[in-house]
């Protein structure tokens, strides 16, 4: 048969196509450039090496498909699965037919604001109602959550600040290198974000807001994201944001979803090419290098296919179903 395997949270859809005698898998790639693109070459580049026909093709919108079955394999983060199989959070209604594959890797991200603003933690922001905040992120509604989840550990809100609207993750990233805002959320060395603290650096570039990190913290964070940890990080000056101090910040996976109907064959022989070919994967995108391949599936509101769960059980790996 021949499926179809989506790789963008949002940004890719495509129709099954038509039955055939050798296993077929078209992987959707979203645009040029993006975190899907890149990862979903990856495993598109390794999957053939390794005796899985793949093809890729660059798409947009998927989830309803995929909860259709017109879409047989897509990503998105540990959050996004999440609320989409519950019709809470970013998305208005249940994706009951999804399913998780497993982990690539973790999407690791904070708060960040200029160095000279002295904002070392969630604590810092206690009454400061005159900082301005990236808010609304209208093309990528996932992101606020990321930023909620972050002020809760501090028993904080949007409404503790002055709101900003942006309409994206970069376009946040450039309102704080502009000084259009104080925070704004920015993923571990990316590249916008480089470019930004490059803008800042008469003020001492960006330095990330570090969260709380107690099990109370914790507790109020996974209310805010059902998903991820929180990461704690070194203070490492050839890092951006880390250059001044360390910071504890959130780790959410990166995750291959299926629709629930797709052959659990099928399922099971792309998770284990994934899963014993990190290096490979490493070498074709280097998100790949920091992922945590004995950790593949981490507990989630969204179930895991069948498929998977036979590989991770026949490996001796737990999941969280």
Known sequence: MNYTVFAAAGLGALALAGAAQAQVISMATGAQGSLAYNSGQAVAVVANDNGLTVRTQPLVGYMPLLNSGEVAFGYANGAEAAFAYTGTGN????????????????????IMAPCDL????????????????????????????????????????????EQVPVSSFVDGINALGGGLVD???????????????????????????????????????TEVLPSGTIRT?????????LQTWGASIVA?????????????????????????????????????????????????????????????DEIGMSVGR
Do not use: K
């Open 91 to 110: 998305f208005d209604r249940e994706h009951p037919e999804v399913r998780l594959v497993g982990t690539m890797f973790n999407l690791t991200t904070g």
């Open 183 to 221: 925070m704004a959320l920015v993923s571990l060395n990316a590249g916008a974000g480089q470019q930004a603290a490059v803008q800042l650096q008469n003020r001492g570039g960006l330095c990330y807001i570090s969260m709380n990190d107690s099990d109370e913290a914790f507790a109020a964070y």
């Open 233 to 241: 990080l070194p203070q490492n000056e050839n890092i951006n944001g």
């Open 252 to 312: 959410v996976p990166w995750m291959l979803m299926a629709n629930a109907e797709v052959d659990e064959q099928v399922v099971y022989d792309l998770i284990s090419v994934i899963h014993q070919n990190q290096e490979a994967l490493g070498a074709a995108f280097g998100s790949f290098n920091t992922a945590d391949f004995s950790a593949m599936a981490p507990e989630n509101a969204m179930p895991y296919h069948p498929g998977a769960i036979r590989y991770y």
């Open 118 to 161: 002295e904002l070392r933690t969630v604590d810092d922001l206690v009454g400061r109602s005159d900082l301005r905040i990236a808010s609304e992120y209208t093309s990528s509604t996932i992101i606020p959550y990321y930023i909620e989840g972050t002020l809760a550990t501090a028993g904080l809100s949007y409404d503790d600040f």
